[in-house]
C-alpha cells in the first residue's frame, strides 16, 4: 500500500534582503533600487513513492534540498508545484533541541512540547515519569528550562519525541543524541521504533547509517533528484565515490559505473573492518 | 419542490460536515490550547500574585494620574468623570495589551512555527485570552468603582457582554494582521506604538467631544475603539442601551477585522517561513 507519494515536487525558497527588514528600511531600499530578493529552487521535480513499512534513507550534500523537502512533507511548507500525498498520522522530528520556553520548568516544558507533538493530557500524565527517568533528569523537574546544560536539553527533547506513535515518521538528524551511555540507549530507542513496522523518512549525514538501516534511498544534488532506487547498496557506494569524484553522475550506467570504481577502491574487508571500528 | 428539498438536504449535509470538521480541530487542538494558555499566564505573572496584581494596578495608576489631572478641565461638565475616564482607559488598555501581545505571538514562536506543523493562529488567540482575563479582572475593579461612585446597576449592565465580545473578536482580528504585517517587517512594533499613542488621543479617553459640532462627533464613531468606550459609557452612566444600528456598527467592526485577519493569514500561511 503506498502511504507517501511525492509526484514532481518543486519548492522554491526566497533569501535576500527580506528577512529581518523594517517598513522604513524596506521603502528606502525600494527608492534607491537596493533592495534585491533571490528566488532559488530548494527541491526540482522530486518524485518517489514509499509503501508501508518502507525506510527511506536521504542522501546528498549540504544544500541539496534534504530538510527542505522533509518539511514539505510534513506540511510545514507547501511546494510550489508537484503533489505530496500522504496517508496516515506523521510525526516530523526536525532540529528539536529548540523551541523550548526557557522561562517554564523542565516538568510544564514537558507537557507543552508533548501537547505540540499531538499527545493527550491523560498519555502525558502516564508517561511523564518514564520521560524524565529516560531523560535522566530525575532531580531537575522543578528547575527552569534555562538552568538545564544543553546536553540536558537534547536529551530531554529526545524522550519526549521518542514517544511519538505515527504511521510516518520523519527523522531529521535525530538518530541519536548526547554522548557515551545516552547516545548508545536513544539509538537503540530509534531503531525499535523505526523497526516497529513505521513508514520512515531519514535524513542522515552518515551514510553508513542509510546502508544500514534503509531499503530505498533518494540522492539530491542541488535540490535536483539524481536517483531514487531501492538498491541502497549501490546507490550508497556511487554517493560516496561522488563525495570523492564531485562529479555528479547523469544516468543508470554512470551510477553503477561510480559504484564499481568505488568497491575497487575499498575492497569489502576493508569495508567491514572500517564498519566493525565504529 | 423536490429539487428544493434535494438543495436544503445538500446544505444541511456541508453544514453538519463542516461542524463535524471544526469540533474534531478543537478537540484535536484544545489540550495544545490549554498548554499555551497557561504558559502565557505564568510568563506574564512570574508566577507571583503581585505578578497578577500588578495588571490590575497599572490601568488603576493610569486612573490615578489622569483624573488628577483632567478634573480640573472636565469634572465639572462631566457627571461621574472618573467612571467616564475609567471607561475609556479598561476599554484601551483591553485593545492595546491584546493587538500589542497578538502581534508578536507568532514571531516570538519562530522556533516551534518552523519545526512542527501546528495551527498557527492558536499562539495569536491564547495571547488573545490572557489579555482577555486581565480585561475581565480590571472590569471587576470598575464595577466596585462604580459602587463607590453611587452609580446603581441595573439589568442593562448584562449587556456589557456584547460589547466585550465584538471587542475581544476585533482583537483577535487586529491581532492577526499585525502578526503577520510583523513577520514581514520588524519595526512595526514602534510604528505600532505610535499609532497607539494616537489612537488613544483620538479616542476620547479623558476628554469630552461635545464641544465638536455634530458631524465631527459622528465621525468619532467611525473609529472601533472609540465606539467601543461609548457603548461602555452609554450603558453605565448614561443607563441608556444603544439602539440597534449601534450593535451591528459594533458587529461589523469585529467582522471586518476578523475577515482581513483571517484572509491575510491564509493567504501568507506557508510564506512566513520565508521571513522566519
Redesign the interface.
Known sequence: MTVVTCKNVSIRYITGDLKSIGLKEYVVRKLTGNYHVREFWADRDVSFKLNKGDMLGIIGSNGAGKSTLLKAISGIMMPISGEIKVKGKIAALLELASGFDEELTVKENVYLRGALLGYTHKFLDEKYDEIISFAELQDFEEYSFKQLSSGMKSRLAFSIACLVDPDILILDEVLSVGDGDFKKKSEAKMLSIISGGVTCILVSHSIDQVRELCNKVLWLDHGTQVTFSDETKKICDAYEEFLVTKKRPENMAEIEKMARDFRERNPEEEQSSKQKKK | MGQTYIIGKYVYDRILLLMEKVLNRVK?YS??F???V??DF??KYKRTVLGMLWSVLSPLLMLFVMRMIFINFFGSSTPHYTIYLFAGIIVMSFYREATKTGMTSLVQ?T??V?????PKYLFIFSRNVSAFVNFALTLGVFFVYCLVDRISFSPSFLMLIFPSITLTLMNIGIGMILSCLYI?????TY?YDVFLTLLNYLSAVFYTIDRFAIGIQQLFLLNPVYAHIRYFRMIVIENAIPGIGYHGLLLLYALIFLAIGFYMYKRYN?QF???L
Request: charged share 30%; aromatic share 22%.
Open positions: 484535536e489540550f495544545l490549554e498548554q499555551l497557561s504558559r505564568k510568563r514562536n522556533a516551534i518552523t519545526k512542527i506543523n501546528v514581514f517587517f520588524r519595526d512595526m510604528l506557508y517561513i520565508y521571513y
